[in-house]
């Protein structure tokens, strides 16, 4: 009925363990069919948790799960069908990889020869066409998580769970695993619900991104939005670099505020997520957004000191003083004719209005 | 170039081998690590690795014969039976004077005994010969030879006869004799020159003599007792033998000393199978002899009975404790431990009390009318007795293997086994089981050897029919005093723990044994 068509649902769904703590407080969560979402979120947030009630492990202390339109709060989790990939990947160590393959298929009754076709497809899926009489422990972690990936795929299941299936490989092994799965996931057209706290990984994978805190969504948004205009501090901070300015809205005009520092220096801000004249707020800058010395006058022009120049090719990170602020950081494009960024020098940094986002107050 | 691609042995910087170099430095922590298990290892060796070796040694061992009757063994070697029914004089001469010294030194009980095992009797035999073997009618030999020459009754004579090696060699078997005589009088603090010459001696003398052949070079004395020795009245020593009893001229009794006089022996090792090795060869024993088959058949049967109602009442408690919170869990645990705290002899007893016809548990089962009150169920000194206190007993070394490996299947696996559509059942029996077959097979093995080898608990609650090959070596190690019997029972009970250890690695893999 409704469209684009909801595979996941979650209705004021919250949790607690100990009967003390809500571990996730009133989840509402939508998910489209055929979307990527990923959970995003520091450790301990309670994605796990989330994702240990969609796959009927953890029972929901409140609140409904609608799976395809169908609650499924008293489903048992083998009847849900859902594909699941474990952090540890959890193949079967006693099962070659074609056994592990075909565990879901045999306990579904399926005849031999279509498993072993559909184990065949699986694996040069993931290309490892040769691997099938391996024991998991015979083969490399990137090798293991291709076949716990093929595994949960294996039974055309609409939905699949990942939680942090890439936390256990190296950095570059992470990345190749990152396309391959998005691949899969397109090729396929499965609804997939990703969990992890690698904000790299959110961002280049998924349609949209769910960042979770202390049991709260944050922000759900595609990443592109979510980097670019967070909604609360928190977000900010933890997608991506940031600078911090607290100060004080003095004044507030058709979506623009102005907002006194701590220093006596005033700003415009995009407004963002503050109350009105007099609150508390916390401005929000990407580095990236900020002209060192800028030809023209910008909306935003502070006086800053420069403590500290990297070097890094396609870039120069300068970390500057700027309205009392030690920790400002300035990225430079480099464009080949860049002056000497020596520390002591003082220097003009400028930005819109509309890159610095003033938001809740961090305290 | 600096690094040239050399042919031969690597070098280390000072040009030594590399290999040599590795050695070199790692034979310090060798040496280190020797020293730490040093202790251990000699105490284990000294209590432990040489007493058992000397006990399986003594399953095969049987000097006891040719060393108390050396003289007999010797000469009883060439009697074919066949030809003859009974072995003649010479024997019976070797056999008198090895009898008169082992009776001298009580040794010639333990040899009746020794081979009472093999024939009923003997032992009896023994004992009344050791009581009249010192008055022989064999007097006549001393009084002809004082009467020849009074200097025959001094033992200083004989001293000094046989300190002569011409002597010597002219009377092997008299100097043999004396030779044995003179090392018993010494161990007891006495001089053999100084005490009376025994009749056994004159005895031997006289046997020597009479073979003797060439007087050269032996002492005037000798020479003049060869030349008179002929004229000598004799007496037959066999007929003395027979006189004590006629069974001394039973061919069986003869028999089994001769087949068991070499110094390692079958017999026990046959015995322990129900077989025996008898005068006409090896052959089962008569029927109400026959124990050792039924029980080493009884003591396999009724361990892996309490191996499995181990497993069966273990397994869902280590899957229990094992999945429960590491507080809880830990709390339980001590329940399971609570049993080692308390003593073996009280927790038996307490079966005792609790198993016997007007125990606690018939007196509930006649309350509920379950059973008959008239009909009580017979739960002690049988085998059911012994299954359930010794299941009681050894539960803990199932549960603790058990447990420990079970803690290693992360919970992931059978919530992976579920999401992939098994149901709970399939997701144990497929994936959860397979992985704690390792914890089985270690808790099975240690329930099962234990259990093999128990003494205390059987012999307690165990009856007549509920008891364990265990209990029939501790019979024989300190009631029947067979050591023997006891050292091979012990042997074959050693080889079927380590041939079911090996029918284990074959069916299980040894590696896929963990205690934790
Ligand atoms: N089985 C459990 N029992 C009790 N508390 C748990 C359990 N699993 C998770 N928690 C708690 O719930 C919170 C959220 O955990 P989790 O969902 O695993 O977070 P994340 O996956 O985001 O790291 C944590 O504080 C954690 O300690
Ligand atoms: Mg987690």
Known sequence: MTDPKHMVRFENVQKSYDGETLVVKNLNLDIAQGEFLTMLGPSGSGKTTCLMMLAGFEPATHGEIFLNDRPINNVPPHKRGIGMVFQNYALFPHMTVAENLAFPLQVRGMDKDEQKKRVERALSMVELPQFGNRRPAQLSGGQQQRVAVARALVFDPELVLMDEPLGALDKQLREQMQYEIKHIHENLGVTVVYVTHDQTEALTMSDRVAVFNDGIIQQLSPPDVLYETPQNSFVAQFIGENNKLDGQVVEVTDGLCTVKLDDGTVLKADMVNVGGVGERTTISLRPERVELDPAVDMENMVDGTIEESIYLGDHIRVRMNVAGNTGFIAKVRNRGDRRHLVPGDSAKVGWAASDCKALDPVT | ?516
């Open chain 2, 1 to 516: 170039m600096s690094d040239t691609i050399q042919s031969g042995p690597v070098l280390a910087a000072d040009g030594t081998p590399l290999k040599r170099s590795l050695q070199r430095a790692l034979r310090r922590q060798k040496m280190r690590a020797l020293l730490l298990i040093a202790p251990l290892l000699a105490f284990i060796l000294i209590t432990f690795i040489l007493p058992i070796g000397d006990m399986l040694f003594r399953s095969v061992e049987n000097e006891i014969v040719s060393e108390t009757i050396p003289e007999t063994v010797d000469r009883l070697a060439d009697w074919n039976p066949d030809v003859s029914a009974l072995p003649d004089e010479n024997v019976f001469n070797a056999f008198y004077v090895d009898m008169f010294l082992a009776q001298e030194k009580k040794e010639h009980t333990r040899l009746g005994t020794r081979l009472n095992y093999e024939l009923t009797g003997v032992s009896s035999l023994f004992r009344k010969t050791g009581r009249r073997v010192t008055r022989f009618d064999t007097d006549i030999y001393a009084k002809q030879f004082i009467a020849l020459d009074p200097a025959w009754k001094d033992p200083q004579t004989w001293s000094a006869l046989f300190d002569v090696s011409s002597n010597r060699r002219a009377l092997p078997f008299t100097t043999r004799s004396w030779d044995r005589w003179g090392n018993y009088l010494r161990g007891e603090g006495k001089n053999p020159g100084e005490e009376d010459i025994e009749d056994f001696l004159f005895s031997a003398l006289h046997e020597d003599l009479t073979r003797l052949e060439s007087t050269d070079g032996v002492d005037p004395l000798i020479a003049a007792a060869t030349q008179a020795v002929g004229g000598f009245e004799t007496v037959s020593v066999r007929d003395q033998f027979l006189d004590i009893d006629k069974d001394w001229g039973r061919q069986d009794v003869w028999r089994i000393i001769q087949v068991y006089s070499p110094p390692f022996t079958t017999g026990y090792f046959l015995n322990s199978v129900d077989l025996q090795l008898g005068v006409d060869g090896i052959k089962t024993r008569s029927e109400d002899q026959r124990i050792y088959i039924v029980l080493f058949g009884r003591t396999m049967f009724m361990s892996l009975m309490i191996t499995f109602s181990c497993l069966l009442l273990g397994y869902p408690v280590a899957f229990l404790l094992s999945n429960l919170p590491l507080r809880t869990s830990n709390m339980l645990m001590i329940l399971v431990l609570l049993p080692f705290w308390t003593s073996l002899l009280v927790r038996t007893s307490a079966w005792k009390v609790l198993l016997q016809q007007q125990g606690v548990i018939n007196d509930v089962l006649v309350w509920l009318r379950i059973v008959d009150d008239a009909n009580r169920l017979i739960l002690i000194n049988n085998q059911t007795g012994t299954i359930i206190a010794m299941t009681h007993i050894l539960l803990p070394f199932m549960i603790l293997p058990l447990y420990s490996v079970m803690k290693t299947i992360p919970p992931s696996y059978v919530r992976a086994a579920k999401s992939l559509g098994a149901t709970d059942w399939t997701a144990f029996w497929r994936v959860y089981f397979p992985q704690s077959v390792p914890g089985i097979g270690a808790g099975a093995i240690l329930v099962f050897i234990l259990s093999i080898g128990y003494y205390i608990t059987p012999e307690l609650v165990g009856g007549t029919t509920g008891v364990f090959i265990s209990n029939r070596i501790a019979y024989h190690i300190s009631s029947s005093l067979n050591w023997g019997l006891a050292a091979a029972l012990g042997s074959i009970l050693l080889i079927l723990v380590l041939a079911l250890y090996w029918v284990y690695d074959k069916i299980v893999g040894i590696d896929n044994v963990k205690l934790g």
